[in-house]
């Protein structure tokens, strides 16, 4: 996959799937599934450090997991994201940044919101980065928003969030995330976009949909309306850590089997 081939999957109606990914041995296994792409994203921020939110992750943080995952799945294609006022203070930084998440190993970078990032973004392009967008819920401005809410639901916000996705597209990113808008809105912009939308909490009706890794494999009891727990990880692990525990005290591990003579 690459950047074309989101076009073209578009063109072709063919949907286009991305996971998160942080760590090596998760990346092999998806390297070997036939999921489309990857994102490391900063919601890493939250699954692998515990952090309350996104906001407190650098970018040499994130560079270190995209050389991670680059390693892991050598076949697919990874977008790694730009944190939290990484490319807000000015172009030469935010360059820096970029280029920080693309000698990593990413094949092409995403951001948050359309407000005062549409020179950033055609500077980025221009400098040969493929720029992914991210509209509706956009977790770096949590505190602008009040707190994780569904986005776009009155009439304002909703042409507010359609307008920017025509401004993205413009300035030349390749694709958009819109994360927890209402389906309706999520299907117009779809519509109206001639790149790909990938949703997340946005209904069936985009060009593709992604899910952070940790929630499809049910790792957590709790998990947001949008998402569809695939596994049930959680108990599965714990269930092995306890039959290993088990097995310890009780002498059955390691058995000769696991053993050297
Ligand atoms: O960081 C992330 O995992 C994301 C997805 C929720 C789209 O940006």
Sequence with gaps: MNIHDFINYKKENKKISMVTCYDHW???ILNESPVDSILVGDSLAMVVYGKENTLDITTSQIAEHVKAVR?????????????FLSYRKN???TMDNVGLLMKAGAHAIKLEGADGNLKTISHIIESG????????LTPQMLNQMGGYKVQGKDNASSEKIYNDALSLQKAGCFSVVLECVPSSLAKNISEQLSIPTIGIGAGHQTDGQVLVMQDLLGVYLKNPKFVKKYNQLNEQL?????????????QTFPSEKESYT
Excluded at 72 to 83: E, H, M, N, S, T
Excluded at 129 to 136: A, D, E, F, S, T
Excluded at 241 to 248: A, I, L
């Design 71 to 83: 390693k892991g799945a050598p076949k697919k294609f990874i977008v790694a994201d730009l944190p």
């Design 26 to 28: 998760s990346a092999q």
């Design 238 to 250: 714990l269930s092995s850590f306890t039959q290993f525990n088990f097995e310890v005290k009780s």
């Design 129 to 136: 980065v493929p720029v992914m967008g991210h509209l509706g």
């Design 91 to 93: 172009l030469s930084t």
